[in-house]
């Protein structure tokens, strides 16, 4: 699978480099927007602009970046191919031994080819809000052109294994005081260069020069396996940079590249580099890009509940106003408590400073009735899952807002059509279905009625970006995008269940995939009454498609809600701290198939496996068959972004490529043995 962006390329070389020289000092610009990406052509540029800064035998070369930040990275579109001359590493090689000293002056994010080009200059200084980072394991790939052998030689080999493969960005300031930087500058980046070359220190020995002290990595590596969840290249990313305490500069670089050439061809880089366009794309929908979207400052959410709070907690951080409203003045204020809670976690935290939660508490109101949303640019409600609830906020909410901004229902599962049916301007109203927690969690699905116009879902796009979110359009279905593959999900896993398998054997093997959680242990962490008043929503309208197994109703009807009811208990047993397997449960299953007559097959990790992922992947089809989601794309962002599947295994479309349709049109076909008339066969499975 290719994306649009995975081959696109930029202008010719004298476009994205030029180079001027004055009185003996020659100033380099790379000019090749978006984010000034190290593509072939820049390259080629580079190499040119060296041999005329050498040629007219430069007393130094500032290199500089136009726009908005300094390199940020090789350029991710060329990847999918092998890499056109000249390379990376040797145009590095050439600027670090170029007889006039470089001087990198950096401004935005220096990422990933973007620090090496850096690290190969004889000077570096940087504007202070800098940030400096190896994001390559972000990508399952480590840096290629001598990064993680120059870094530890600069700022220490711990400090340099633990960017290279935790890949988070560092500032300017921890950068410098590790020796990374000459100088930090603030304001005009001309003066500043002015500045450093009239007081030019030594110049140092070639960083690829310089020996490393070792270092004993043991904590970081426990630290990173960990972290990886199964991720390959962050301890590849850890072991290669080890080799710089041991192998010469050229001997280490050359195993870092080939790693670094072997890598861009795995599954887990081009799954991951496949979610990177497509989480730029999908939130961009090309048929909105040139529709004019309305400002945003100042938000309505009805509701104060964990999913009102979380939402007005995030639009807090946006720098938004934000007015709460609620039934009563009671409810306003333990509204009011949980966003004020959530602003004092960060606070404590350290993720803001006083100033900004200052700032946050400032911005928001929480009180009852609806008159503070008069002038608000858009409202959310997130009250009870309920339609007429819901309804009669939005004709609340339109009876003093403006007619032209947008209000959105915060459903997880009702039809948005339902709920504005009849309201006036119906071209306002949409769904926006937030996750929780709302204050943390990225995916946002924006789902249109049949009347909603392009400008309100543009601008709801923008917002719902502008808060950091991640955005994917969906088509009105019950459960959406994601809640309607959790449901085929969940829906395969107590057949198993319900036919052998323990609820516990399910959950190992979906961890054993990579989920974060099984469909049972996440069942417990988000409570069992809502899938269960769902459920019987869909029973009484006569909607849920095929078989049905009791055991979940079973365990509600006990008050087995799951962590945090009253009971404490759902599938597992967490009284006792961290939630154990219970042997209640496993009676109740065992009554359960008893009673039904059930065949007691057992189901191995791969069969449970393969079931679960030819259930979600088949509904996936079915969605795109319906247009519900528009491409696979959207399918995989929901899912990684939303229910946790791995991302370096690219999302259900990318991982059911890479297995293989075979096997699954395989697991399929037993599945509908399993529990016929249960599953709508989409077309790659019929
Ligand atoms: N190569 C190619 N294209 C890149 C790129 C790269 N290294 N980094 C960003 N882009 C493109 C994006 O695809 C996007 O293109 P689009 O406008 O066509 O969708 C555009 O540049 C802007 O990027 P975006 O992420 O939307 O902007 P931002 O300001 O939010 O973030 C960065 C900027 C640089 C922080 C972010 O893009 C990033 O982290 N890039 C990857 C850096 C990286 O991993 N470098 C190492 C590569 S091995």
Same mark, same amino acid.
């Given at each position: 699978?290719?994306? $649009? *962006? /995975?081959?696109?390329? *930029?202008?010719?070389?004298?476009?994205? @480099?030029? @180079?001027?020289?004055?009185?003996?000092?020659? =100033? %380099?610009?790379?000019?090749?927007?978006? !984010?000034?990406?190290? #593509?072939?052509?820049?390259?080629?540029?580079?190499? /040119?602009?060296?041999?005329? %800064?050498?040629?007219?035998?430069? /007393?130094?070369?500032? =290199?500089?970046?136009?726009?908005?930040?300094?390199?940020?990275?090789?350029?991710? *579109? /060329?990847?999918?191919?092998?890499?056109?001359?000249?390379? =990376?590493?040797? @145009?590095? *090689? #050439?600027?670090?031994?170029?007889?006039?000293?470089?001087?990198? !002056?950096?401004?935005?994010? !220096?990422?990933?080819?973007?620090?090496?080009?850096?690290?190969?200059?004889?000077?570096?200084? #940087?504007?202070?809000?800098? $940030?400096?980072?190896?994001?390559? !394991?972000?990508?399952?790939?480590?840096?290629?052109? &001598?990064?993680?052998?120059?870094?530890?030689?600069?700022?220490?080999?711990?400090?340099?294994? $633990?960017?290279?493969?935790?890949?988070?960005?560092?500032?300017?300031?921890?950068?410098? &005081?590790?020796?990374?930087?000459?100088q930090i500058f603030e304001g005009d980046r001309m003066a500043a260069i002015a500045a450093f070359r009239a007081n030019l220190p030594a110049r140092p020995d070639m960083t690829s020069a310089r020996a490393v002290e070792d270092a004993d990595l043991t904590a970081l590596t426990a630290e990173v396996k960990k972290a990886a969840k199964g991720s390959n290249a962050p301890l590849i990313a850890l072991e290669t940079t080890a080799l710089a305490a041991k192998l010469p500069f050229a001997e280490g670089a050359a195993i870092e590249r080939q790693t670094h050439l072997d890598l861009r061809s795995s599954s887990q880089s081009r799954a991951l580099r496949r979610l990177f366009f497509a989480g730029r794309s999908v939130t961009r929908p090309a048929r909105l890009k040139s529709v004019d979207t309305a400002p945003v400052n100042h938000v309505a959410i009805v509701g104060g509940g964990l999913m009102g709070a979380g939402i007005a907690a995030s639009c807090l951080a946006a720098g938004h106003r934000v007015t709460m409203i609620e039934r009563d003045e009671p409810s306003a204020e333990a509204g009011h408590g949980r966003v004020e809670a959530i602003i004092a976690k960060d606070l404590a935290s350290g993720r803001i400073n006083q100033d900004k939660a200052d700032a946050r508490r400032a911005g928001f109101t929480a009180s009852a009735g609806y008159a503070g949303a008069f002038d608000a640019d858009i409202a959310i409600e997130a009250v009870f899952e309920d339609a007429d609830v819901k309804r009669a906020v939005f004709g609340e909410l339109s009876a003093v807002m403006r007619q032209d901004a947008p209000i959105a229902t915060n459903t997880s599962y009702l039809d948005p059509n339902m709920i504005s049916e009849g309201m006036p301007g119906p071209d306002r109203f949409l769904g926006l279905h937030f996750f929780s927690p709302a204050n943390i969690m990225k995916l946002v699905e924006v789902v249109g009625t049949s009347a909603t116009s392009d400008r309100t879902m543009a601008t709801a796009f923008a917002f719902a970006r502008g808060l950091g979110k991640i955005p994917v359009e969906t088509g009105v279905c019950d459960g959406f995008i994601g809640n309607r593959i959790l449901s085929a999900y969940r829906r395969q896993a107590d057949y198993m269940v319900a036919d052998g398998a323990s609820p516990y054997e399910v959950d190992a093997a979906m961890r054993e995939l990579g989920m974060p959680l099984g469909p049972y242990e996440l069942q417990d962490r988000t409570g069992l009454q809502i899938s269960w008043a769902n459920r019987k929503r869909q029973r009484a309208s006569g909607t849920w498609p095929g078989r049905y197994v009791e055991i979940a109703d079973q365990l509600c009807e006990l008050g087995r809600l799951g962590r945090g009811s009253p009971t404490n208990r759902g599938w597992y047993d967490h009284s006792d701290g961290p939630g154990k397997p219970d042997p209640e449960v496993e009676a109740i299953v065992q009554t359960y198939r008893a009673e039904h007559g059930a065949k007691h097959e057992s189901f191995s990790r791969d069969e449970i496996v393969l079931r679960v992922m030819a259930a979600i992947v088949n509904e996936a089809h079915l969605i795109l068959e319906e247009g519900i989601a528009f491409a696979p794309e959207d399918i995989d962002v929901v899912w990684t972004e939303g229910y946790g599947f791995p991302k370096h295994l690219g999302g259900l479309m990318f991982w059911a490529e890479e297995t293989g349709m075979a096997k699954l049109r395989a697991a399929f076909a037993a599945m509908q043995a399993q529990s016929p008339g249960s599953w709508k066969a989409a077309k790659p499975f019929a």
């Open positions: 699978m290719t994306t $649009r *962006s /995975e081959n696109q390329k *930029s202008g010719p070389a004298d476009k994205v @480099v030029h @180079v001027q020289i004055e009185n003996g000092h020659a =100033l %380099v610009t790379i000019d090749n927007p978006p !984010v000034n990406a190290l #593509a072939v052509t820049v390259r080629r540029g580079l190499m /040119e602009a060296l041999a005329k %800064v050498n040629d007219a035998k430069c /007393e130094t070369a500032a =290199l500089i970046c136009a726009g908005r930040t300094f390199v940020a990275g090789g350029d991710i *579109s /060329e990847f999918a191919g092998p890499p056109p001359l000249p390379h =990376l590493p040797d @145009v590095l *090689s #050439a600027i670090e031994a170029s007889d006039t000293p470089f001087i990198a !002056v950096m401004h935005g994010t !220096v990422l990933g080819g973007g620090l090496e080009l850096a690290l190969a200059c004889a000077y570096r200084i #940087a504007d202070k809000a800098t $940030r400096f980072g190896l994001p390559e !394991v972000n990508l399952g790939l480590i840096p290629g052109a &001598g990064g993680t052998q120059r870094l530890p030689r600069l700022i220490g080999l711990e400090r340099a294994a $633990r960017m290279a493969s935790i890949g988070k960005p560092v500032t300017a300031k921890d950068f410098a &005081g590790w020796g990374g930087l000459d």
